[in-house]
Every structure is written in structure tokens, then in C-alpha cells.
């Protein structure tokens, strides 16, 4: 199968979107499908062959976070070529509903189109401005998939219609297998704690799990905290308690090997997010490497951990809380024991091999309602497309 | 303004409410063809799965019972199929034909036959013929679920749009029939996706 997927942020920068769509990719290539991904790109970063860039992206401000995107005319010129030479059975189109190459993308395909939305806070207020500009678009769609429970009523309340749950794939032997670095291990003394993800954004919870660090230093006083993510690492041991701070590493940005090694080394891995997240692959990404999951009790963190069974949660920004539930965790060897293999064994659940088999399947259902051949987009130009209104299939 | 100018403004405005209504014509018209490919799409699901049943019934790993059971919902709906095969319009004006009763009979009578019993026991010979169509029965049973999902919200689109008064006042739908969403039980049976 040809298959086409549109990425709408930039692969300069890590992200859940792009691991996603890469490791799809990456999965039904070595399935032996044809696989090509459209993305944001900067002209000097290194891309695999069956990424094509559509150029450099701008960061704008859109639904609470800053994201690089792309849009204008020249990228949509450009959509329509790759389009256009690819001749895809099936276009799969991430986050349709950010202003991206991915709905620049809807707007000008035909053919089967699966979209997948990652996102659980749509803003409501630009969603309804733009709604009637969107909508024509958005019936392309033939297929819709959401990664959580979440992201699929955020479709439901904005969009209408339905979507299916297919979750986020983790490549569960790859964590599982990752070695452990001695320097990261925790002694019965000396525990370790791992934090990731970007330390000056709030949303991903570092000040929460600063304010519970001190009771947990209290009780456990060799207590080390491992943090590692992108961000002004000086301004934030700044906003630390002083011992706090002098418990913290701070890592920077790490490697994906050293990501997989740092989960598989510590004695807990700590997600304090407040918000604003759909899924949490990072814990499954923890569960498959072995950590005990420490987690606020966000919806869709509590679906992950299987409703608390595959891991410890607290209430959500309550330091307290999860000042106590470190603590205990830290206390209790036998208990972390248990909720590594638990957990490993719930991390099965995402692996790429269930998750891709599954949007196979949608791929599958939705050629099959297009046994038409496709209108041949030669001689097509987007002038002409507007005219008859941009129709697939017709004679 | 003088008599030109005014020609002028009336030429682009007809001009614009007919690239209008021709636009949207164009529209509705690729939401039917979406609706109408998901209905085929629900249809070929469904001959599979009932054609995975009556293997799995005929494949000896079911006691004679359940397969016989099996085998009576699955020749059902494909009867229920095969009946229109030789008409025409294959599905009835974007309607299903009443068929849902019958393919509610057929995932009943998965799940009352698949326990996990009778999982574990089919699933025990390995490659056999019954382990085999039990696999297809369970990527069927997937694959049924999607295109009801797909196909359902492929008809509130055109429900929708076919409510806008321009579409009604215009007669843009031609003699089209209002598509409605197809409701009918598609649940697994539970044994099969542990």
C-alpha cells in the first residue's frame, strides 16, 4: 500500500506528534508498504530518506503552546506536488485542525483520507471562527482515528460524528532492553528519581514536583533527581528550594538511547503534569523499561496506568499528595517490584505491532469504500479544483 | 453609477451565486460518494465476517452446537447479501436493507459461541483450520466496526448539509435519498481480544 502521512510540527524539534508519525512510518516500511511523510523541516536537519521537507517553520502561538508550523502559498504549492507525485492509496493526516501543512494538505487531497487527532484541548473560541471555512474540508475526511478517550470527545463535542480509539505505539522491546547506567541507578540510600520534559514549561509539572521534593528529601536524604528536557536550566534551579536544587541533575536534552537507559536505571519515574495532555506516551515509554509510574490523575494518565492499577497516582498540582506517595514508593522495594512487572506487562497494550495492525485495519476499511479509481490529478490545477469545487471521482 | 457599471455588479453577482451553488453541489455530491463507498465498504466487511463464521463453524474446533448455531446466523446474512446482489442499486437508495436484525444475530451469536473457553480451546490447535478462521473472524469483527463507525458519521455529514436551506431550496441533492446511519450491535465477542 502507498501510503502518504502529513506531520504539521517540525521535525527540528522533538515532539509526540512527530515520534508518532515517524514510528508508524518507520513500522509499515519495514512491513513493506511504500511510506512517504510530509513535515516541517529546517534545510540543515537530518532527515531520514522518507521524510520530505516542506521547508523551514515559523513558531506561532496556537492552542496554549507555541508550535512551529508551516502554511502560506508556497507551501501549499508545495503539499500539492508531493501529493501530486506520490499518488497515495491512502493520506494519513495528523492534527488536521492546526493552521499546518496537515490542513493545507486536506484541503487539496483526494482520495481515501484518514486523519488522527492527538490533541484533548481544541480551543473552542478559533475552532467555531473558523468553522464554516473548515467544515467542506473536514467531510473529506473518511476515516477518523483519536489516540485517547480524551482527544475523542474533544471530536466528538467540536466536530460532531465519531472517532475510533487507537492509542500511541511504543516500541516496548526497545525500552525493555535498554541497558542500565550505573551513574543513574538508585542505591537503597541513595534512590533516584526521573523527571523528563521541557523544565520551563509549567503544563509538564517540574515546579510541582519541586514543592514535594523536600518532604521526600526529609525521609529519604540521598534522594537524587534526575531531570532531564530541554529548558533554561539556570532559571529554574533558581526557582528550587536550595536543597532541592542541590539534590537535582539536571541532564539537558538527552539522546532517545539515554532517554530509554535513564527509565530503565531509576528507582520511579515521576510525571507531574498539570494538563493539556491527551495521552502520555512517556509512561508507557516508562512502564516498558521497567520504572515504577508516579503520576498525576489526569484522565488520560489514569487510562494509561490501566485506572491506577499499573501505577501510583496523586491529585493532580498537590504537592503534598505526592510528596507522600514518593515517599512510600521510595520506602517500599517490594511494592516498585511489583509495579515493574505490572507495568511492563500493561506496556504490551501500545506496542507498535498491536497499534499499527490497528490503523491498518482503518486504512484497509476505508480504501475499500473507494473502489472508483481516483480522478487522475493531471491537468488539474488548484484553480480548477476551486472551480468544481474540488470533487474526487468524478467522471 | 451608469447602466454598465451596474450590468457589471449584476454579471459578477449571478456569476458568484452560481459558482456557489455549483460548489456546493460538488460538495454534497462527494459527501454521497463518501457515503456510499463506506456503505460498500460496510457491506464487503460484513460478507466477510459472515464467511469467517461458516469456516470456523465448518472447521470441526466448535462443538457441533455452537457450529451449528454459527453456521445458521452466517448463511443468514449471506443470504441477506446475495439477495441484492442482482439488483441494481445493491444498497437500496442508501438505506441497508433492514439487514440489521440479522447482523445484530450474527455478533450474538459470536459471543454467546465464543466464550473463552471455546477461544482457548480453538486457539490451542495452533495452525488449524478453526484457529485460522477464528483470526479472520476477529480482524472481520474489527474491520465491521470501523466502517459502521466511518459509515455513520460519512451519513450525519450529509444529513447535515443536506438541512441547509440552499440545498433544499435549490434541489441540490437531484433525487438522491437521505441516508440514514445504520445501527446495529458489532461488539466483540470479549474472549477474542484478550
Same mark, same amino acid.
Given at each position: 500500500?502507498?501510503?502518504?502521512?502529513?506531520?504539521?510540527?517540525?521535525?527540528?524539534?522533538?515532539?509526540?506528534?512527530?515520534?508518532?508519525?515517524?514510528?508508524?512510518?518507520?513500522?509499515?516500511?519495514?512491513?513493506?508498504?511504500?511510506?512517504?511523510?510530509?513535515?516541517?523541516?529546517?534545510?540543515?536537519?537530518?532527515?531520514?530518506?522518507?521524510?520530505?521537507?516542506?521547508?523551514?517553520?515559523?513558531?506561532?502561538?496556537?492552542?496554549?503552546?507555541?508550535?512551529?508550523?508551516?502554511?502560506?502559498?508556497?507551501?501549499?504549492?508545495?503539499?500539492?506536488?508531493?501529493?501530486?507525485?506520490?499518488?497515495?492509496?491512502?493520506?494519513?493526516?495528523?492534527?488536521?485542525?492546526?493552521?499546518?501543512?496537515?490542513?493545507?494538505?486536506?484541503?487539496?487531497?483526494?482520495?481515501?483520507?484518514?486523519?488522527?487527532?492527538?490533541?484533548?484541548?481544541?480551543?473552542?473560541?478559533?475552532?467555531?471562527?473558523?468553522?464554516?471555512?473548515?467544515?467542506?474540508?473536514?467531510?473529506?475526511?473518511?476515516?477518523?482515528?483519536?489516540?485517547?478517550?480524551?482527544?475523542?470527545?474533544?471530536?466528538?463535542?467540536?466536530?460532531?460524528?465519531?472517532?475510533?480509539?487507537?492509542?500511541?505505539?511504543?516500541?516496548?522491546?526497545?525500552?525493555?532492553?535498554?541497558?542500565?547506567?550505573?551513574?543513574?541507578?538508585?542505591?537503597?540510600?541513595?534512590?533516584?528519581?526521573?523527571?523528563?520534559?521541557?523544565?520551563?514549561?509549567?503544563?509538564? +509539572?517540574? %515546579? =510541582?514536583? @519541586?514543592?514535594?521534593? $523536600? !518532604?521526600?528529601?526529609?525521609?529519604?536524604? &540521598?534522594? *537524587?533527581?534526575? #531531570?532531564?528536557?530541554?529548558?533554561?536550566?539556570?532559571?529554574?534551579?533558581?526557582?528550587?528550594?536550595?536543597?532541592?536544587?542541590?539534590?537535582?541533575?539536571?541532564?539537558?536534552?538527552?539522546?532517545?538511547?539515554?532517554?530509554?537507559?535513564?527509565?530503565?536505571?531509576?528507582?520511579?519515574?515521576?510525571?507531574?503534569?498539570?494538563?493539556?495532555?491527551?495521552?502520555?506516551?512517556?509512561?508507557?515509554?516508562?512502564?516498558?523499561? +521497567?520504572? %515504577? =509510574?508516579? @503520576?498525576?490523575?489526569? $484522565? !488520560?494518565?489514569?487510562?494509561?496506568?490501566? &485506572?491506577? *492499577?499499573?501505577? #501510583?497516582?496523586?491529585?493532580?498540582?498537590?504537592?503534598?499528595?505526592?510528596?507522600?506517595?514518593?515517599?512510600?514508593?521510595?520506602?517500599?522495594?517490594?511494592?516498585?517490584?511489583?509495579?515493574?512487572?505490572?507495568?511492563?506487562?500493561?506496556?504490551?497494550?501500545?506496542?507498535?505491532?498491536?497499534?499499527?495492525?490497528?490503523?491498518?485495519?482503518?486504512?484497509?476499511?476505508?480504501?475499500?469504500?473507494?473502489?472508483?479509481?481516483?480522478?487522475?490529478?493531471?491537468?488539474?490545477?488548484?484553480?480548477?479544483?476551486?472551480?468544481?469545487?474540488?470533487?474526487?471521482?468524478?467522471? | 453609477?451608469?447602466?454598465?457599471?451596474?450590468?457589471?455588479?449584476?454579471?459578477?453577482?449571478?456569476?458568484?451565486?452560481?459558482?456557489?451553488?455549483?460548489?456546493?453541489?460538488?460538495?454534497?455530491?462527494?459527501?454521497?460518494?463518501?457515503?456510499?463507498?463506506?456503505?460498500?465498504?460496510?457491506?464487503?466487511?460484513?460478507?466477510?465476517?459472515?464467511?469467517?463464521?461458516?469456516?470456523?463453524?465448518?472447521?470441526?474446533?466448535?462443538?457441533?452446537?455452537?457450529?451449528?448455531?454459527?453456521?445458521?446466523?452466517?448463511?443468514?446474512?449471506?443470504?441477506?447479501?446475495?439477495?441484492?446482489?442482482?439488483?441494481?442499486?445493491?444498497?437500496?437508495?442508501?438505506?441497508?436493507?433492514?439487514?440489521?436484525?440479522?447482523?445484530?444475530?450474527?455478533?450474538?451469536?459470536?459471543?454467546?459461541?465464543?466464550?473463552?473457553?471455546?477461544?482457548?480451546?480453538?486457539?490451542?490447535?495452533?495452525?488449524?483450520?478453526?484457529?485460522?478462521?477464528?483470526?479472520?473472524?476477529?480482524?472481520?469483527?474489527?474491520?465491521?466496526?470501523?466502517?459502521?463507525?466511518?459509515?455513520?458519521?460519512?451519513?450525519?455529514?450529509?444529513?447535515?448539509?443536506?438541512?441547509?436551506?440552499?440545498?433544499?431550496?435549490?434541489?441540490?441533492?437531484?433525487?438522491?435519498?437521505?441516508?440514514?446511519?445504520?445501527?446495529?450491535?458489532?461488539?466483540?465477542?470479549?474472549?477474542?481480544?484478550?
Amino acid at each position: 500500500m502507498r501510503i502518504g502521512i502529513v506531520c504539521p510540527y517540525s521535525f527540528d524539534v522533538p515532539g509526540g506528534v512527530q515520534f508518532h508519525v515517524r514510528d508508524l512510518a518507520e513500522h509499515f516500511l519495514a512491513e513493506g508498504h511504500e511510506a512517504s511523510v510530509l513535515a516541517p523541516a529546517d534545510e540543515d536537519t537530518p532527515l531520514p530518506d522518507y521524510v520530505e521537507s516542506v521547508g523551514r517553520a515559523v513558531p506561532v502561538r496556537y492552542n496554549g503552546s507555541v508550535a512551529r508550523l508551516n502554511f502560506g502559498p508556497v507551501t501549499a504549492s508545495r503539499v500539492s506536488r508531493w501529493l501530486e507525485q506520490g499518488d497515495f492509496d491512502v493520506l494519513h493526516i495528523h492534527e488536521p485542525v492546526t493552521p499546518s501543512i496537515s490542513l493545507l494538505a486536506l484541503w487539496s487531497a483526494e482520495g481515501p483520507i484518514v486523519a488522527t487527532f492527538h490533541t484533548s484541548n481544541l480551543r473552542s473560541r478559533a475552532m467555531q471562527a473558523a468553522y464554516p471555512l473548515l467544515r467542506p474540508s473536514l467531510e473529506k475526511i473518511s476515516g477518523r482515528i483519536a489516540v485517547s478517550e480524551d482527544a475523542r470527545r474533544t471530536v466528538t463535542t467540536h466536530l460532531g460524528g465519531d472517532a475510533v480509539v487507537i492509542p500511541n505505539g511504543v516500541n516496548v522491546a526497545r525500552f525493555a532492553e535498554a541497558p542500565v547506567n550505573p551513574s543513574w541507578q538508585g542505591t537503597p540510600d541513595a534512590p533516584t528519581l526521573a523527571f523528563l520534559g521541557r523544565i520551563d514549561e509549567p503544563r509538564k +509539572g517540574l %515546579p =510541582v514536583l @519541586a514543592a514535594a521534593m $523536600p !518532604a521526600v528529601l526529609d525521609r529519604h536524604p &540521598g534522594t *537524587r533527581l534526575l #531531570v532531564a528536557g530541554p529548558g533554561d536550566v539556570a532559571a529554574a534551579r533558581e526557582r528550587m528550594d536550595a536543597r532541592v536544587a542541590a539534590a537535582t541533575d539536571f541532564l539537558g536534552m538527552v539522546s532517545d538511547d539515554d532517554k530509554a537507559s535513564l527509565l530503565a536505571s531509576v528507582d520511579a519515574y515521576v510525571a507531574p503534569h498539570t494538563g493539556g495532555e491527551s495521552f502520555g506516551i512517556v509512561l508507557v515509554e516508562a512502564m516498558s523499561a +521497567g520504572a %515504577p =509510574v508516579v @503520576a498525576s490523575d489526569l $484522565p !488520560a494518565f489514569v487510562r494509561v496506568l490501566d &485506572g491506577g *492499577r499499573a501505577g #501510583v497516582m496523586f491529585a493532580n498540582e498537590d504537592a503534598r499528595d505526592l510528596a507522600g506517595k514518593l515517599g512510600d514508593l521510595l520506602a517500599d522495594g517490594p511494592e516498585r517490584e511489583r509495579l515493574c512487572a505490572v507495568g511492563q506487562r500493561r506496556a504490551e497494550v501500545f506496542d507498535w505491532s498491536v497499534v499499527a495492525a490497528d490503523v491498518m485495519a482503518v486504512y484497509e476499511t476505508v480504501t475499500h469504500s473507494t473502489q472508483e479509481p481516483r480522478a487522475s490529478s493531471a491537468g488539474e490545477t488548484r484553480w480548477t479544483r476551486l472551480l468544481r469545487g474540488r470533487r474526487a471521482g468524478e467522471a | 453609477m451608469d447602466a454598465v457599471t451596474w450590468g457589471v455588479v449584476v454579471v459578477a453577482v449571478l456569476l458568484g451565486v452560481a459558482w456557489y451553488l455549483s460548489y456546493s453541489a460538488a460538495r454534497l455530491d462527494r459527501l454521497h460518494t463518501r457515503a456510499e463507498g463506506a456503505l460498500s465498504a460496510l457491506d464487503a466487511q460484513l460478507v466477510r465476517r459472515a464467511e469467517a463464521t461458516l469456516e470456523l463453524a465448518n472447521s470441526g474446533a466448535l462443538d457441533p452446537a455452537s457450529a451449528l448455531l454459527l453456521a445458521g446466523v452466517a448463511s443468514e446474512s449471506l443470504e441477506a447479501h446475495n439477495d441484492r446482489a442482482l439488483e441494481h442499486d445493491l444498497l437500496d437508495g442508501l438505506t441497508f436493507g433492514d439487514r440489521e436484525v440479522t447482523e445484530s444475530g450474527v455478533t450474538e451469536a459470536l459471543q454467546v459461541a465464543l466464550t473463552p473457553e471455546a477461544v482457548a480451546q480453538v486457539r490451542a490447535d495452533g495452525d488449524g483450520p478453526g484457529a485460522v478462521a477464528l483470526q479472520r473472524v476477529e480482524a472481520a469483527g474489527v474491520r465491521v466496526q470501523l466502517a459502521r463507525r466511518f459509515l455513520n458519521d460519512a451519513v450525519k455529514d450529509v444529513q447535515r448539509v443536506r438541512r441547509k436551506w440552499l440545498v433544499k431550496w435549490f434541489r441540490l441533492a437531484g433525487h438522491a435519498q437521505l441516508p440514514s446511519t445504520v445501527e446495529f450491535d458489532d461488539d466483540l465477542p470479549p474472549a477474542l481480544r484478550d
